[in-house]
């Protein structure tokens, strides 16, 4: 078992659901990322994914999308990103896992870059665009050093496909909880229970749920049925129209 | 360690997991019907009675005469409908959605051909269809914008990153996640994640098949080289494929130079020193991208050669020597758009006029037994914007500048 | 009593005695050229190596289905090179002119297109091209323009008369009279002195001996009708040659209705009761002209067959009941454009939307055994400036606008 | 022999070279008209042709085609050309002679056309666009009433076609200069020589030579070469540029 996920399995027995939330580094700056995290750790956030921003952000709604792009025409590069994150997980004692997209790791060397988070303390990664049958060296060198090559369940996936990604995945799963790119709300209806359902059925791992959730209500609805909620782009609206210090609060109102 | 989707070790199938078994429905449906003759047999019936197909093989001799060398032969697939290679790709891909049942397409643009052509394949066949074309190429192609909207497409101008096809491309993955059931996506070039290389290039090899019939028939024996200018790749490869076996014919991919190779406002992928390999996109090849992997900024005259990727079966064949690369500038591109108008009579589109240039540039130091044959992937009448900016044409922008007037004035 | 050049009592060869030796060797050079199956030979083999010949006949089947009656299909003359029917004649008479020795061409044009394939002939010929387009065609047809000058024509601009068609065919001749020894007039369309008629008609009857080839093999029997439409008649008569003999196919012509028939704005000789019997531009023909004689000023939003006079070979089969003739009004063509956009991914040119005007009306009273041809003479991306102004197309104009104020800024 | 060639061959014992001169009807207007022919009458001219105007003037070059066109434009119809013909032919007693193109007496019916010039005392008809193969009919009728339909030679013309020409004309020939249409100047050169020979040779009909004679000295060089030099364009042109006054001065010039 992954350090991420005895984490996340210790935590579980002190809360009905956790939450994981989201940001993308450089924007709109490392200083109010570094403020943004402060205020999500210090009202209760379990597990942060830090997006490096890719210029092309395939997965990605409007919002990450643009934020993605601004960071890197404000000039923000990787190893600045990097740095950022080794300063992060040094300072807040939560689980910290990169979000990219896989020419990022391609780029600066698959085990480099797994050796660097690695050493960053970076319990897991999240790379939307690598599935198992292309990632193969990257799920064995990310599981080699006990770290989390994150996989990730869609609506549109078949049990069998689960349990080849579980089998492929460490740390939890993330369940993306419709189709689409993130940012859009989802409707929870009869659809996304059986879909869960298939999930649980599929794997032992913790299972995370993200797109589109965006209220305590939303929360409270996966709580018992997940394990995990995801704030994505809810947050980075919130301190793009309110600022970093609105952040606190929307994260102590969910739960 | 050869996986499906791979040549070399380039292509492969990077895609989010919510489009699986969008893939996996994708390529079982498409090796059905490669397996099937009577597919490629209705295909064939297609492009000859709705597109002009077997395009002909036109013989240049004014220009052949003006370089002395080698006879230079073009393959004009300008004269497809629509104008454009594009249209063997998209009218290929469109039979493949009637079989799947769905009724909605979508796809990138960057000249607007390939948007165009999809269009006017949606329309054929009855499909609902969105472009995604990124701003600066709908500013730079609005008579074809104005086309695809008259066919019932609808047209939506990129806004992110770079806003060409890059942008456009991502864009239409965006929906395509959204709207996988209904929703065929009809990739424009011989990119993008695995079946995608593959299948373009099977549409696109009609080009090359009938190219090496043509010439055999017309000049007795194989040409000396080939060229074809090299966006994404996909009318190159369909040129390519016809003479691959053919050890003798050499294959030159000419790319788009912008404003030369060292000037960083380029788009040469494997002819330049600038791309480096990558993922992106869905699929792995020589991308032009920084130390960190951020895709750059490109710049071509052509918006549809202005792309950071290039077909990783180009790729492959690049790094295993069969086909050779090169670039043109724009203004090596226009004058050899010029001459071509000139001594020919034939109007390149501003893509196609750089393997023009290449071409022109070795003929003379071929011999008179010899030919060489330029795939002419497009007509030039869609760059008319472009082309009388590129030549300051002043009656032109009067022309422009008068009916602004008089539309100002209908406003009012 | 039926003179040569004469078609009933119509046609016939009014020229000015200076041009009287121009035509003797004229009507040898052709007579020749007629006569010798290698003429013809090397024209098809032209027309399929130059152009994309033979031209497609696609099968409409949304519209077919749409109108509920007859088969509609559709003969491609938009694929071929340059974009329009013009191509046929004028490579044709390219042909003669090579055999003639001489070395300058001029050509009248009023939709553009005839220039256009006038320039492109020249500049595959080799020949001098000098251009007469009346200023308000050119006004109409301005990417036309440029691409005759990009191909190395000149092209002036006609400030006589009604600024149309018609007068730049007044210049052509003025010209002619001039340089007749060097130059050769290619005539556009099937009218003017003999022996340009019977040339012009030789030329295009290629498309109608394709189409009576491709609709038997498509349908297995003759269509019930063929439509076209006719400034000139150069397109119509090239199709209706091919179905002359076939007494059971209806041969339906169809004019400029422009505002209406009875709006006194159109072009209609033989569907409207406007014309009458005259002699102008060098031959006899129902023309539209005043009691005193004077032509009349014509309008159609389509420049091509904006023109007062029509084939004399067409007045005579109107005469002899054997070609039917309507007129379609400028709204009805852009209402049949927009379906034909819209339903076949296909854009006509204005001027030959009016066959389809036509064919549409009379489709749903024909059997669903029928099948009908329309002949397609051009392509309709010429037209965008025409069409987008006809549709009001909001974004064509900002863009237009915008386009304005960039060159208006490059100028300070 | 026509009423016109005699009148001409008379002239000839008088002078060594005739005057013939040009206008069109209507413009600039019929006032303009009468009062240059008034000019030209009173100053020698021996011949006059009047252009009723056409819309497709063909042969006519850019002076005289303005001049058709502002004519019709302004609303001049035939029915007052012809009217005002019939005044100035009782007015003035020189030849006068219809020039215009064929689809004026076509569509006016020709006989009746030739019938009413003749009741209007017109001597002959200029008609560039009628070679004789399409005027038969046009040739006899205006033959039948002694009047000459005038035909044209070309320096393109062989000397077999002039012998046929010749055949169906009457009254004179009518000697087109050179190439081209009219209103451009005329170069008098070898060539010219040998075409006026080749005229000679092929007919006993005067000889008018037009296109491009603007001076006395065009004129003194026509003199022993032709029996009438053709003032076109130049009257038009002067009339314009400095109005009706100037045409007696200018043709008193001439001789
Ligand atoms: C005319 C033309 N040629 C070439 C291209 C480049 O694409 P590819 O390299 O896939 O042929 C385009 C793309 O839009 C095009 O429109
Ligand atoms: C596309 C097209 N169709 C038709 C015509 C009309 O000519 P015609 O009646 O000789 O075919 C023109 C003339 O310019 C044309 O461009």
Redesign the interface.
């Known amino acids: 078992m992954t350090t991420l996920e005895e984490t996340l399995r210790e935590a579980l027995t002190r809360k009905k659901i956790l939450l994981m939330t989201h940001l993308v580094l450089g924007y709109p700056s490392f200083e109010v990322n570094r403020e943004v995290i402060r205020q999500m750790v210090k009202n209760g956030v379990d597990m942060i994914e830090m997006q490096i ?7 990605d ?2 919002m990450i ?2 934020a993605n ?1 601004e960071s ?1 025409s404000r000039g923000v ?2 190893e600045q990103c990097l740095e950022f994150a080794a300063e992060i997980t040094a300072e807040f004692h939560i689980p910290f896992i990169f979000m990219t ?4 790791l ?3 060397g698959i085990e480099a870059f797994i050796d660097r988070a690695y050493d960053i303390n970076i319990q897991g990664f999240i790379i ?4 198992p ?2 990632g193969k060296e990257y799920v064995e060198l990310a599981k080699s050093r006990n770290m989390a090559p994150i ?8 049990k069998e ?1 689960m349990q080849l ?1 579980a089998q492929n995945g460490a740390g939890f799963i993330y369940c ?1 909880a419709r ?3 993130t940012g859009k709300k989802t409707d929870f209806d009869q659809d996304f229970n059986e879909y869960i359902a298939r999930c649980r059925s599929a794997t032992n791992l913790p299972l995370a749920v993200g797109f589109g959730i965006r209220s305590k209500k939303d929360v409270d609805f996966l709580s018992g049925r997940a394990d995990i909620a995801v704030i994505g782009t809810e947050t980075i609206r919130l301190v793009d129209e309110k600022g970093a210090e609105a952040v606190g609060p929307f994260i102590a109102s969910l739960r | 360690m050869i ?1 499906k989707g791979y040549y070399g070790h380039w292509g ?11 893939f996996k429905e994708l390529n079982v449906y498409f090796e059905e019907a490669k397996n099937d003759p009577s597919f490629w047999e209705e295909y064939l019936q297609l492009m000859s009675s709705y597109s002009c197909r077997p395009t002909p093989l036109t013989y240049a001799g004014n220009v052949s005469k003006h370089f002395g060398g080698a006879h230079i032969y073009i393959k004009r697939e300008d004269l497809n409908h629509t104008g454009a290679h594009k249209a063997n790709n998209v009218m290929g891909q469109g039979l493949l959605v009637k079989r799947m049942g769905k009724k909605r397409v979508i796809a990138e643009t960057g000249a607007g051909q390939h948007g165009v052509a999809t269009a006017t394949m949606a329309a054929k066949f009855g499909f609902d269809c969105t472009i995604y074309m990124g701003e600066e190429d709908v500013q730079r192609q609005r008579p074809n914008v104005f086309w695809m909207e008259k066919m019932g497409a609808t047209v939506v101008p990129v806004t ?2 770079s806003k060409t096809l ?1 942008d456009a491309i ?1 864009e239409a ?2 929906d395509w ?5 209904s929703t065929h996506y009809v990739l424009g070039t011989v990119c993008g994640p695995h079946p995608f290389p593959e299948m373009v290039a099977w549409f696109q090899s009609i080009i090359g098949i009938e190219a090496r019939e043509q010439i055999l028939k017309a000049f007795t024996k194989l040409p000396t080289r080939v060229y074809a200018c090299v966006g994404g790749g996909s009318n190159a490869m369909g040129i390519f494929q016809g003479f691959l076996q053919d050890e003798q014919v050499g294959l030159v991919g000419v790319e788009a130079g912008g404003k030369g190779l060292s000037s960083g406002e380029h788009a040469s992928r494997l002819a330049g020193s600038d791309a ?7 699929y ?1 090849t020589m ?1 032009l ?1 920084d ?5 750059l900024d490109t710049h071509s005259v052509a918006a549809g050669l202005d792309y950071i990727g290039v077909s990783p079966i180009l790729s492959d064949l690049w790094e295993k020597g069969r086909v050779r690369f090169t670039a043109a500038t724009d203004i090596e591109v226009m004058e050899a758009l010029d001459l071509t108008m000139k001594k020919e009579g034939i109007i390149p589109a501003l893509e196609s006029a750089h393997g023009f240039v290449q071409a022109f540039k070795e003929a003379p130091d071929l011999g008179t037994e010899e030919a060489i044959v330029i795939n002419m992937s497009g007509r030039g009448d869609k760059d008319i914007f472009t082309i009388a900016n590129a030549y300051g044409d002043p009656s032109w922008k009067k022309f422009i500048i008068e009916r602004a007037e008089q539309y100002k004035n209908d406003k009012e």
Chains 1, 4 share one sequence.
């Open positions: 921003p890719f210029s092309e952000p395939v997965a709604g409007p999308l643009k792009q890197i590069k990787l997209y896989y020419n990022i391609y780029k600066y939307p665009d690598l599935p049958e292309e996989q990730i369940f869609a609506p549109t996936s078949t496909r990604l993306v189709r689409g790119v | 996986k492969g199938a990077f895609i989010p997991e919510i489009l699986f078994e969008t992110d990153g890059k991502n993955f965006r996640v959204t709207n996988m059931d480096s390999p990558g993922v992106a996109q869905g792995k991308f991208q130390s960190d992997g951020q895709m």
